[in-house]
């Protein structure tokens, strides 16, 4: 078996995280609001989940959904979160900030970096809405980045692909180029074998239903009817014990 390769889980329970890890993979994403592409979890989860972990543990850093072109005070709020996230030991932080006309903030994305230092950096799915993936490649590398979490620019890595496998050839060496959005077990022995990536992001759920007895029917919270209040989407261990397998099969 290849060993080489390293499945991240996207975690927004500690419930999730801990399956991760039993479940055999080398590092969680620890997030919040995955329904807004996941933003800045509390501060005890994080230190819970670091207690918990023997794993690598990445936080996100995203003040909200929606954009990536940030306030004064959203900044701020990110450079703040970095060293709250360092202090709580984590391994990696996970962010990605835009200019207006949709290139990478070099700048204030150099900032974060040399904050977080010595932690590893992730640039996150921002990339996937630059107008021009081989530049923002080459900006986030010249920033010296570790890595970027992307599903080449499409909703999901299948239908981004052949993008994908450009941009691991392009890199090279230089930066780890990480597929994730719509992996699972079905799919992730062909997308490790077209894409050539080593690093794979998925968050493995399955449905549990809440253990509330009384149910108030027809209340939806967020204005968000489609996600049904009684029901919680957590990280299978079982998934990511099947697709930690798969990968690494010959």
């Known amino acids: 078996m290849n060993k080489n390769y390293l ?39 994080i230190k819970i989940a670091r207690e918990k972990l023997k794993i690598g543990l990445n936080v996100m850093i995203r003040p909200r959904g929606s954009d990536f072109y940030y306030s004064d005070m959203e900044f701020d709020m990110m450079k703040d979160d970095i060293l709250i996230s360092k202090d709580l030991g984590a391994d990696g932080v996970v962010f990605g900030i835009l200019l ?38 080459e900006d986030i590398i010249d920033l010296g980045i570790h890595r970027i979490l992307t599903a080449g620019q499409k909703n999901t890595v299948p239908e981004g692909i052949h993008l994908i496998k450009q941009i691991v050839e392009k890199a090279g060496e230089r930066i780890i180029i990480m597929p994730g959005s719509g992996i699972n077990e079905k799919n992730i ?23 509330m007895e009384y149910r108030k029917e027809g209340i939806y919270f967020g204005g968000l009817p489609q996600i049904p209040e009684y029901e919680i989407k957590l990280t299978d261990q079982e998934i990511i014990r099947k697709v930690v397998s798969l990968v690494n099969e010959l």
């Open 189 to 211: 022995t062909e997308i490790r074998d077209l894409t050539g990536a080593k690093e794979f992001h998925l968050t493995g759920r399955k449905t549990v239903q809440s253990k």
């Open 7 to 45: 499945i991240e889980v996207c975690a927004t329970h500690l419930q999730s995280a801990i399956a991760a890890e039993e479940g055999g993979a080398k590092r969680v994403e620890l997030c919040d609001n995955l329904y807004e592409g996941g933003t800045t979890p509390s501060y005890a989860t």
């Open 100 to 137: 207006p006309d949709g290139n990478v903030d070099t700048v204030r994305t150099k900032q974060l970096v040399e904050l977080a230092r010595p932690m590893s950096g992730t640039f996150h799915r921002a990339f996937d809405v630059t107008p021009d993936p081989f530049k923002a490649l």
